[in-house]
């Protein structure tokens, strides 16, 4: 074998990976997994509580003021969001709904919390969310706040 043909098969060893760094390779792409998918709970969590906020804020916002325009004024607790729905008992020819088609839950899937008058907007009403955890309280995304 000459020379040349030894430098030739030095080289060609050289071009692949070794072990070590194939192995290397792995466990980085391990940790960087690892990582993503322990955050992943913040991360959807996150867009979850401002899918909440946006309901409550904005979304119901002009079905209730289109029903107020229409009854005169806002449902009542006991009547609740449902009243966007289906015409509650005593609205007559008033109620020009649905004015909503039907009523989504939250992203934690359990139904909106509807106060009239509110507590918080006493001129108005409350809706709001109990929340991830379904506690209310602290964690609840209400249309009263206004910074999240």
Do not use: C
Not at 22 to 27: F, T, V
Not at 34 to 50: A, R, T
């Amino acid at each position: 074998m000459g020379i040349q043909n030894q430098k030739s098969l030095i080289r060609d060893s050289q071009k692949g990976f070794s072990l070590i760094e194939i192995l290397i390779a792995l466990a980085i792409l391990a940790a960087v997994s690892g990582i993503v998918i322990s955050n992943l709970d913040k991360i959807f969590g996150s867009s979850q509580e401002k899918v909440a906020e946006l309901f409550v804020s904005e979304t119901v916002r002009t079905p209730l003021m289109s029903y107020r325009m229409n009854i005169g004024g806002y449902p009542t607790t006991d009547q609740g969001l449902k009243a966007l729905v289906k015409a509650p008992e005593g609205v007559g020819r008033r109620w020009k709904g649905p004015y909503i088609d039907e009523l989504p839950l939250d992203p934690w899937g359990r139904p909106y919390e509807y106060r009239y008058p509110g507590e918080h907007n006493r001129e108005k009403y409350d809706v709001w969310s109990l929340g991830p955890k379904g506690n209310g309280g602290e964690e609840s995304i209400g249309n009263w706040e206004s910074s999240r």
